[in-house]
C-alpha cells in the first residue's frame, strides 16, 4: 500500500481545495494541511471555516516540507505560482494540479519543476457553481471521476501514492493523455459552458422578455443554464483562452449541428427531429446508467450538499 501524505499543502482555498481538505479528514488521513490564498481576505474566511491545519501568506510557505502540492489556482496563474515555489520544493515531492485544461498546464508548469520532484497534473471532474472557502463538502468527489495526466516518464511508485490519495477522497481515478483530455472536455464541459453562458446572455438581451419574466417563468432548461453560467468567471476566461483549439473545434461542429436543426424546424421535418431528438436522449441514459447523475425528476438537486 502506498504511503500515505504526511503534508499537503493546498495553494488556492475555493471549493475544489477545501473540498479535498474536507473529503481527507472524512477518510481519517492524519496528514497536516497547509492552506495559502492569493488574497488576505480569502486566507481569513480559510482559517475561520477551519479546514487546514495552518494557514500561511505564501505559496513558499506552504509548500515548505509538503510531500504533496496541489496547484488549485486558475490555469491561467500556474506557470508564474510554479515558478514561485520550485526553489522551495521538497526532494521527492509530488506537484498536482485540478486544473480543467491540461496541455496549456503541462507546457507551463513542467520547466519549473525540480529534479526529484514528480508533476502529475490532474483534473477532478467535479463541481457546482459556487466558489470559495465555504463552498467546499467532502462528498464533492464521490463516485465522480478524477484524471491524472501521466507519460513514460511518470514515476510509477508517485503515480501509485497519488491514485491512492484520490481513491480515498472518494474519486474515480482513470489515465489520460493531456491533449485527449483536452478534447474530450471541451465536448462534455467546456463548450456546454459556453453555450450556457450564451443562452443567459440572449435572455439578458431579448428586450421582448422582461428580466422579471425570465427569473420569474424560467423552466428547467433555463434554470440548469443559469446554474451552469453562474460558475467563477477567472476560471472559465482561463479555460477558453488556453484551450481554445479544442473547444472552438466542437463549437465548429455545434454549429453545424444547429444549423441542421433549423433546417429541420423551418421545413417541418419532424421526422429528422424525432431521431435526433432520441439519439440524444440515450446519451442521458447512459449518464444515469453510469453513475454519473441521478434520474430524479429535479437531478438530485435540491438534495446537493455544500
Known sequence: ??????????????????????????????????????????????????????????????????????????????????????????????????????????????????????????????????????????????????????????????????????TDLGALVDMMDADHHDLVLAVTSHAPHLIAYTMVGVADDMRRVTDQEVIQYSAAGFRDFTRIAASDPTMWRDVFLTNKDATLEILGRFTEELFALQRAIRTGDGEMLFDYFTRTRAIRRGIIQAGQDTDAPDFGRTKTKR
Open 1 to 166: 500500500m502506498s504511503a500515505p501524505y504526511a503534508r499537503v499543502a493546498l495553494i488556492g482555498l475555493g471549493l475544489i481545495a477545501s473540498s479535498m481538505a474536507h473529503a481527507m479528514r472524512r477518510a481519517g488521513m492524519t496528514a497536516e494541511i497547509v492552506g495559502t490564498a492569493r488574497s488576505a481576505g480569502t486566507r481569513a474566511e480559510a482559517a475561520e471555516v477551519g479546514f487546514c491545519d495552518r494557514i500561511v501568506d505564501t505559496p513558499e510557505e506552504a509548500v515548505a516540507g509538503a510531500d504533496l502540492v496541489v496547484l488549485a489556482v486558475p490555469v491561467g496563474a500556474m506557470g508564474a505560482l510554479a515558478e514561485r515555489i520550485a526553489p522551495h520544493l521538497a526532494p521527492g515531492a509530488t506537484v498536482t494540479d485540478v486544473g480543467s485544461v491540461k496541455r496549456h498546464v503541462v507546457a507551463e508548469v513542467s520547466p519549473h519543476i525540480p529534479e526529484g520532484v514528480h508533476f502529475i497534473p490532474g483534473h477532478p471532474l467535479a463541481g457546482t457553481e459556487h466558489s470559495g472557502p465555504r463552498s467546499g463538502f467532502a462528498e464533492l468527489f464521490d463516485n465522480r471521476w478524477h484524471l491524472l495526466i501521466a507519460d513514460e516518464a511518470t514515476d510509477p511508485q508517485a503515480l501509485d501514492r497519488l491514485r491512492a490519495y484520490w
